[in-house]
């Protein structure tokens, strides 16, 4: 007999991502879609497999672990249900599991999500480094050619899964990289995935341009760029749109001081038109359109003050 | 009503298994002039779970008393008149010592490291053993495991 899927009666929104299947569970028992009887069982398989892998970090010489240990290991547990939940990309779907799959089969999912993830993080990586941009970025450098090796060193899928085990200070276009609310395999494979698209979109133009575009940004604020701390996709995504919206050729990055001085404030639905002038492929476009808001806020600012964040690039800059 | 599930891992004792192997050990102590009653027994396997409770250590295998009984049933400074009462104290240095070695030592390390100590060092004062030979160890085993960081 086939379990009539429910409808939902709390929002997508209302589940914490950061604990997805405790927030899960919970929204669905304080709405009567979840029986105690069924929280028993999921809660008694999660407590039996937090004892095995307990076992197992001890190599069963201990029998007991700190609180602190404990939690992590129980967390490490737990993820492995949020990796399969996540993957069923529905709140929905997430439900109707919790309901229906056995618990230790939606835990065994996981771990198999948990190693997809991790095959998909290595090829990121790769592509993530075939495609970076030659610039003396410290932290972009090291996001891109180290994060993840130093991430596969560290990272215990068993007894840590929610793990992070790098720390990459570059920030992606809409967000550092701290922001992300994914956790352990899952970030970093959201995290390279946002970078992948990054670089793929900075390569399409001719790299002696955009380093010469970080050099005028950099001299904007004083200092060599590789001393700040920026998103070099955004620089270069910024006067790319604005070269495109002052009719000039689509992929130029060079604006001079009075090209700059003409941008005005354009609708949401003006620059995604821009934005469609640079790069015909969807998942580019889908990335970069989250930036739209930011960069009307940043055309508002240069009408209302002057003040602007386009740097000038009018000659090919020399080679360092 | 939203009721708000937080998963924690929760202490799973099994209290009369530990009792059952605590009356069990009466069969090798006797021979050394020790037993212990069901009272007794009792009293120890609650010690434990305080213990434990008190340092917030989560228990998720076999109980710990049954092992540093075992041990120190051979110690020439134990009597029957203070065997449940050492064993109590002996299982309040146990959970310091897995809490400030950081779970780097295994149960039966631990348990042979009192021993050797209580024997040799502190003499049959469990005391010494807690405030002075545990601590100095434990800070020892600190400083090799995180190397020149020192204490965490």
Redesign the interface.
């Known amino acids: 007999m086939m379990t009539q899927a429910l409808s939902l009666p709390f929002s997508e929104e209302e589940i914490d991502v950061t604990a997805y299947?405790?927030s899960l569970?919970?929204?669905c028992?304080?709405h009567g879609i979840l029986t105690a009887q069924r929280?028993d069982a999921l809660?008694r398989t999660?407590?039996a497999q937090?004892?095995e892998a307990?076992?197992q970090l001890?190599?069963?010489?201990?029998?007991?672990?700190?609180?602190e240990?404990?939690?992590k290991?129980?967390s490490s547990v737990?993820y492995r249900s949020d990796a399969y939940l996540l993957s069923l990309k529905s709140a929905q779907s997430a439900a109707d599991a919790l309901r229906t799959v056995p618990p230790a089969e939606i835990l065994a999912r996981g771990a198999a999500v948990i190693t997809r993830r991790f095959a998909q993080a290595r090829l990121l990586a790769q592509r993530v480094e075939s495609t970076a941009l030659h610039i003396g970025f410290p932290e972009y450098l090291h996001a891109a050619h180290e994060a993840f090796d130093e991430f596969s060193r560290g990272y215990s899928a068993r007894f840590a899964a929610q793990d992070i085990c790098t720390s990459i200070d570059y920030p992606l276009l809409c967000s550092p990289a701290y922001a992300l609310k994914s956790s352990g395999v899952l970030f970093i494979c959201e995290y390279l995935s946002a970078l992948a698209l990054e670089n793929e979109f900075c390569r399409l133009f001719p790299e002696k341009e955009v380093l010469g575009l970080l050099n005028s940004y950099g001299r904007l604020y004083g200092c060599p760029y590789h001393r700040l701390l920026f998103n070099v996709c955004a620089v270069v995504l910024r006067n790319a749109l604005a070269a495109v919206m002052l009719g000039k050729e689509p992929l130029t990055l060079r604006l001079t001081k009075a090209e700059v001085r003409r941008l005005k404030p354009l609708s949401r639905a003006e620059i995604t038109s821009a934005l469609e002038k640079l790069t015909p492929k969807p998942s580019l476009r889908r990335y970069l359109g989250a930036y739209i808001p930011e960069f009307a806020a940043e055309l508002e600012r240069a009408a209302d003050n002057g003040a602007a964040c386009f740097p000038v690039c009018d000659s090919i800059v020399k080679k360092q | 009503m939203h009721m708000d599930f937080r998963y924690f891992p929760q202490s799973m004792q099994d209290d009369s298994r530990a009792v059952s192997e605590l009356l069990a050990l009466n069969v090798k102590s006797e021979d050394f002039g020790l037993s212990l009653t069901k009272e007794e027994a009792l009293m120890i396997a609650a010690a434990e779970n305080e213990a434990m409770d008190s340092r917030r250590r989560i228990r998720f295998g076999k109980s710990a008393a049954p092992l540093l009984l075992e041990r120190f049933m051979h110690s020439s400074f134990i009597s029957r008149d203070i065997w449940a009462e050492t064993a109590a104290e002996l299982l309040e240095i146990f959970c310091d010592v897995k809490e400030e070695s950081c779970d780097l030592l295994s149960d039966e390390e631990i348990a042979d490291i009192m021993y050797d100590f209580f024997e040799n060092t502190s003499c049959g004062s469990t005391e010494l053993l807690g405030s002075r030979d545990m601590e100095l160890l434990c800070r020892a085993v600190r400083m090799r495991a995180y190397g020149i960081r020192g204490e965490e």
Do not use: M, N, P, Q
């Open positions: 299947t405790a569970i919970s929204l028992v304080s929280l809660k999660f407590d937090f004892r307990a076992e001890t190599r069963r010489a201990s029998g007991s672990l700190s609180l240990h404990a939690e290991l129980y737990l």
